[in-house]
């Protein structure tokens, strides 16, 4: 029987980093406080899971200003693209394999 997981990207496994990637896959870029509330999840936490993703090159970070507040915004990278592309392929694979 072939492996089931085979294809599945670990950084993927926590619910909040597949949630980031979902939400900025289908939007050009996001900012952080727009996350924070799709998400429901506390400024640390969302940071911690933000720098994971961008640490593996899967998100670009924005640090800009909206007049005197500062405004980060987060967007997908073609790698990240391609890596959160294939875990889905990945994940449904595993779905339609398994009796």
């Known amino acids: ?14 619910r909040i ?4 990637m979902s939400i ?10 727009d996350l924070k509330q799709m998400l429901e ?5 969302l940071a911690t ?3 994971n993703l961008e640490e593996n090159g899967y998100i670009k970070v ?3 200003f909206i007049g005197k507040k500062t405004n980060t915004t987060y967007a997908v990278t073609k790698s990240g693209e391609k890596a ?4 889905i392929t990945a994940l449904e694979n595993m779905i339609k394999g398994i009796k």
Do not use: Y
Not at 24 to 33: I, W
């Open 1 to 14: 029987m072939k492996n089931p997981i085979t294809g599945l990207n670990k950084v993927f496994d926590n």
């Open 17 to 20: 980093r597949l949630g980031v």
């Open 24 to 33: 900025l896959l289908v939007n050009e870029e996001v900012n952080f406080n």
């Open 41 to 45: 999840v506390t400024d640390g936490n």
């Open 49 to 51: 899971h933000l720098l």
């Open 62 to 64: 924005h640090k800009g």
């Open 84 to 87: 959160f592309t294939d875990h």
